[in-house]
């Protein structure tokens, strides 16, 4: 199976309602596409071993999207470090033991990097050490944030690299959203 995740954040550009929260994303999110073979049975760089997904209650207002007449007005708030550094680790945490995992089992979490402040968020939550999502931070400056597509650029570059034997995939989304995949290199 194909898997395309396409991202057209451009699109919520409207010069007709620029807001500050519009103006802000439109400078940190651009357009992105990224595409991976996913295939049952043998073969391929990793094994998906689990998943997981945490939605917190009440978050509607941190990230996402309005659909309005005239396009997508952009919902985008700063607290997105402070929120990721608080309250990330207890939801990984669940996530994790409903695989019987505990965060000291994994060898690499592979993030959504979403901005230097989250991937700073990211390192604290999860007691990684800053500068341990080296691959995150590279591709921030290479490409930037190209909303979905942007952890699958970094999960290549990790690849790349060597993946460990076992990884967590991880991104924040709208809603707000924890989503994960586990993964066991082949």
């Not at 691959?135 to 060597?162: C, D, F, I, K, Q």
Request: hydrophobic letters at 50%; charged letters at 20%; proline letters at 4%.
């Amino acid at each position: 199976m194909l898997l395309v995740v396409l991202e057209l954040c451009t699109l919520s550009f409207r010069i007709e309602d620029m807001t500050s929260a519009d103006v802000v994303a439109t400078a940190l999110f651009g357009d992105g596409a990224a595409a991976c073979v996913l295939q049952a049975g043998e073969g391929g760089f990793a094994r998906i071993a689990g998943f997981g997904e945490h939605t917190w209650h009440d978050t509607l207002d941190i990230m996402g999207w309005r659909v309005e007449r005239d396009g997508l007005g952009v919902i985008f708030a700063q607290a997105i470090p402070p929120f990721a550094r608080k309250k990330l680790r207890p939801a990984m945490d669940q996530i994790l033991a409903a695989q019987g995992l505990v965060t000291a089992d994994v060898d690499r979490f592979v993030c959504h990097p979403g901005g230097v402040k989250v991937i700073e968020a990211l390192e604290g939550a999860l007691d990684l050490g800053q500068g341990a999502l080296d691959a995150e931070r590279e591709v921030m400056a290479e490409h930037g944030n190209m909303s979905a597509p942007t952890v699958l650029y970094v999960l290549n570059r990790v690849r790349a690299r060597g993946l460990p034997p076992r990884s967590v995939l991880t991104a924040l989304g709208p809603g707000f959203t924890a989503s994960t995949v586990t993964l066991l290199a082949a």
